[in-house]
Each structure stands twice: as structure tokens, then as C-alpha cells.
């Protein structure tokens, strides 16, 4: 593939001659169009006013694929014009993908390249490690990459021989996406942040870490066995990400009358005493329950030679009220039935021989529709007034 683009990346206009035109696919003699390679996309642009959506590497060379066909021969001398803001977007995201990897060479064990991508909102490199990377892991690698920028580390490449390559430690390898690195060469070509990090690489860097900007990590993920993904974006959208994340914190900090930093001391506390309330309020369910039901069996009513006892009950789903009925079926009454007041009932049933019979007598009379077993069983989505429902269960009858 040509090499002119990543060799050369600020070079963005240029006059050359067309090789070949097939349809809307153009071959120049000369390109510094980068075609989609390793993860990074192609470049943006126009020849001769007419603009490139695509570009790739076949096996004629670099194809430019335009928005409509030229009416162009061979030989036709062209001006080309790669699109400078999305072709400096990718130079920086790239090169932070690199200033990542070097982060992540002092934070993270047995390190290696699992994968990369840029799209316009945010850049991706899947890490191999054995490291388990937290959200602390995360803030880390942003502290990281971040002084990197500051240090105004310059940024280098040169081709050097595929072996000396391979022999040197230093060197990171990522064959899976750089597939534009090798081809049948001897030489690799090397990308270098001074002191920070290298790498064999083809796409398009910027000279300095400086012109990275801001790097602003996203979150992480786990695309695979081995492999943690860390999303980070550049520019714009890391700037954009920022200030969200900035906003929420400021809006936590005076929702839970803190300062920003002890936002999380803060929510802790907070996430205490909700657990404290939730267990309270637990509890006076419970023993409002029980108080209920303790009500209930005093009036205990006889339908068809069994004794019964049934009433409503308030604030409470089915499954609260399982272990009750069964406890008390048999002890208390042969049949023990709650039905829920909210909308639409429900009713659950104890006994200890024939549960669902009793639910499925229910369900006849009122719709809905449940099981269970013989012991408890239990219905909802019933049709009807829950003291209708009660008074069904003691007498049979559906006023």
C-alpha cells in the first residue's frame, strides 16, 4: 500500500495525475489519501472539486471512491484536497492510542494489543492483560496519558528492519490490526513517543504529543476472553465528555451539600442510611402484617365442612405472603387465603391438601390465572373487587 500518507501527514494538498478511472473508483499516481487500514478510517477529501467518500487498498494500489462517477481519462492532472480537520483528528487519535498504550505499560501486567478503532466520537484499544482493570485502573490512565501531553513528547517515525524490530523489547506489535505495517517488506515502520513509548505502526501521527489535546477516557468493556477495551475520545467529543461528567459532579455536590471531592464520602453515607430506612420500613411492614393477619384469624368462617380464613391485605406482593399462609394453613384454618388490595388483585392460598384447587375456583369466578402446588399456590391479574374476591373465598358467593 502507498506509504506517502502516514510518511507525510500533514501534507493535505497536492496535484497529481489519474492513473485509472472505473466508474467512481479513481487510482492516482500519487496519493496522500490514507486508505481505511489497522483500525483507522480512511480519509475525507476531494479531487478536482469532487468529493471521496472511501478509500482502500486493492490490489491495483490505492482506489478512491468518489460521491458520482468523473468524467475523467488517464492522465487527467487532478487537484487533491484531503480533508485537513478529519485527517488531524485521526492523527491525534491515533497518536493518544499509542500515548494509551504507554500508560498502560506502567499500570497494567503481561501488556499486549488486542485491537484498536477510531470513529468520529470516540477511539477504542482492546488491551491483553492480566491486570483487573478497575474504575481506579481507569483514572490512572487518564492522569497518564494526560502528563504525557503536557510533556510535549516529540513524536517520530522511521522504517527499520522487520528482525531488529522484532528483537527490541520496546517495541510493541499489533498484527491483527495493522495490517498495513508489514506487507511483504523487510522494514516495519516504527512510531516512537520519546521516552513513553514505540510501536510498529502505518497510520498518521502528529509530531508532537502537545497537538493531542485532552484526553478523556469513556469507560471499559470485555470484548473477548483476556482482553479489557478502554474507549477514550480527543477533541471535541472528549471536551463535550468532560464537561458532562463536570456538570453531574457539581449537580451531586450541591444535591448532597458536599464539595465536589467528597461527593463520594457523601453518596456513602447516603447509601447508608437508605439501607437503614429500607430495613425499618421492612420491618413495620412485617408488623403490620402480622398484626393484619393476626386480625384475620379471629374470624375464621365455614365453607363446605372446612374452616376458612381469608381478607385483604396493603402494601404487599404475592411472594411477601407465601411463607405466611403456609405457616398458618392448617394451624389456624384448613384454608388460609390473602388477596392483595392494589390493582389488579391478587390472591395467595394456603392449605394442606388442594392450594390450587381453591386458586383455580378463583380464577373461574374472577379471571386471571396462577398455580402453584397443593400446599400454596396463587393467582394475579384478577378481575374484580378485592373484598368481593374475600368474600367469595369464605362463603362461595360473589355479590
Known amino acids: 500500500m502507498s506509504r ?5 501527514p500533514y501534507t493535505t494538498r497536492f496535484e497529481t495525475g489519474i492513473s485509472a478511472v472505473d466508474g467512481r473508483d479513481v487510482t492516482l499516481e500519487t496519493t496522500y489519501f490514507y486508505p481505511q487500514s489497522g483500525g483507522q478510517p480512511a480519509d475525507r477529501g476531494k479531487i478536482d472539486g ?27 492532472r487532478a487537484l487533491c484536497e484531503v480533508d485537513w480537520s478529519f485527517r488531524m483528528y485521526c492523527m491525534r487519535a491515533h497518536t493518544a492510542s499509542h500515548a494509551l498504550y504507554g500508560a498502560g505499560r506502567r499500570v497494567l501486567d503481561d501488556l499486549g494489543y488486542g485491537g484498536f478503532g477510531i470513529d468520529d466520537k470516540k477511539i477504542r484499544i482492546d488491551f491483553r492483560t492480566t491486570t483487573d482493570v478497575t474504575d481506579e485502573t481507569l483514572v490512572e490512565l487518564e492522569r497518564l496519558v494526560n502528563e504525557a501531553v503536557w510533556d510535549s513528547r516529540d513524536v517520530s517515525w522511521e522504517e527499520v528492519p522487520v528482525e531488529d524490530a522484532r528483537e527490541r523489547d520496546d517495541v510493541a506489535f499489533n498484527t491483527k490490526t495493522e495490517e498495513g505495517v508489514f506487507g511483504d517488506s523487510d522494514t516495519v515502520r516504527v512510531v516512537t513517543i520519546e521516552g513513553w513509548d514505540a510501536a510498529a505502526c502505518g497510520g498518521t501521527h502528529v509530531r508532537n504529543t502537545r497537538e493531542i489535546g485532552p484526553v478523556t477516557v469513556i469507560g471499559r468493556s470485555n470484548p473477548g476472553e483476556g482482553l479489557t477495551r478502554v474507549e477514550f475520545a480527543v477533541g471535541t467529543a472528549g471536551i463535550d465528555r468532560r464537561t458532562t461528567e463536570k456538570s453531574a459532579a457539581f449537580e451531586a455536590s450541591t444535591v448532597l451539600g458536599a464539595n465536589v471531592t467528597e461527593v463520594p464520602q457523601a453518596a456513602r453515607r447516603l447509601q447508608d442510611e437508605v439501607a437503614e430506612l429500607e430495613a425499618e420500613v421492612e420491618e413495620l411492614r412485617e408488623n403490620l402484617l402480622d398484626r393484619r393477619v393476626a ?3 379471629e374470624d375464621v368462617e365455614e365453607r363446605g ?5 381469608a381478607g385483604t391485605v396493603d402494601g404487599v406482593g404475592p411472594n411477601d405472603v407465601d411463607d405466611v399462609v403456609r405457616e398458618l394453613a392448617g394451624d389456624v384454618a384448613d384454608v388460609v387465603a390473602l388477596v392483595g388490595s392494589d390493582r389488579p388483585p391478587f390472591v395467595v392460598v394456603g392449605s394442606e391438601t388442594d392450594a390450587t384447587d381453591v386458586i383455580d375456583d378463583v380464577t373461574a369466578e374472577f379471571g386471571g390465572g396462577g398455580g402453584g402446588s397443593d400446599r400454596v399456590a396463587q393467582a394475579g391479574g384478577l378481575d374484580g373487587d378485592p373484598d368481593r374476591i374475600v368474600e367469595y373465598l369464605k362463603t362461595g358467593d360473589s355479590p
Open 50 to 76: 469532487k468529493e471521496v467518500v472511501d478509500v482502500q487498498v486493492t490490489d491495483d494500489g490505492v482506489v478512491h471512491r468518489l460521491a458520482e462517477a468523473p468524467g475523467w481519462r488517464p492522465g487527467h
Open 4 to 8: 506517502q500518507a502516514a510518511a507525510e
Open 295 to 297: 386480625d384475620l384469624c
Open 305 to 309: 365442612g372446612r374452616t376458612v380464613v
